[in-house]
């Protein structure tokens, strides 16, 4: 079992930055491909970015791409979400989630149902 702990959240100004963290406990990271969803109020939770087991591949939604930058240290047990450039509709809880590299990675990699450990969620606010 893998328990998630994501930190770094907060309230920031428009244009502003955030890094989120997300470490992990109870077994390593190294075999499982990090990803990054968020929801807000009312609305669908939804895919940010995914990053494989080495770390070599990254995947972003559109209205992020540019903007946020995950990344992991497999020695810290950490993935991460680096944002810039944030925007009021970046507001929303961000969740963490691990999910196993099976072979249908590259083609379910933004679906949430493949993840199979969440984190409790990092509130992002970003005022305009």
């Known amino acids: 079992q893998v328990q998630l702990v994501e930190s770094g959240g907060g309230l920031v100004q428009a244009g502003g930055s955030l890094r989120l963290s997300c470490t992990a406990s109870?077994?390593?990271?190294?075999?499982?491909?990090m990803g990054w969803f968020r929801q807000a109020p009312g609305k669908e939770r939804e895919f940010v970015a995914v990053?494989?087991?080495?770390?070599?591949?990254?995947n972003y939604r559109d209205s992020v791409e540019g903007r946020f930058t995950i990344s992991r240290d497999n020695a810290k047990n950490t993935a991460y979400l680096q944002m810039d450039n944030l925007k009021p509709q970046d507001t929303a809880i961000h969740y963490c989630?691990?999910?196993?590299?099976?072979?249908?990675?590259?083609?379910?990699?933004?679906?949430?149902?493949?993840?199979?450990?969440w984190g409790q969620g990092a509130q992002v606010t970003v005022s305009s």
């Open positions: 109870g077994r390593t990271i190294t075999n499982y491909a």
């Open positions: 990053i494989n087991l080495s770390g070599q591949y990254t």
């Open positions: 989630a691990g999910r196993t590299h099976t072979g249908n990675f590259y083609s379910t990699l933004g679906v949430d149902e493949y993840y199979n450990y």
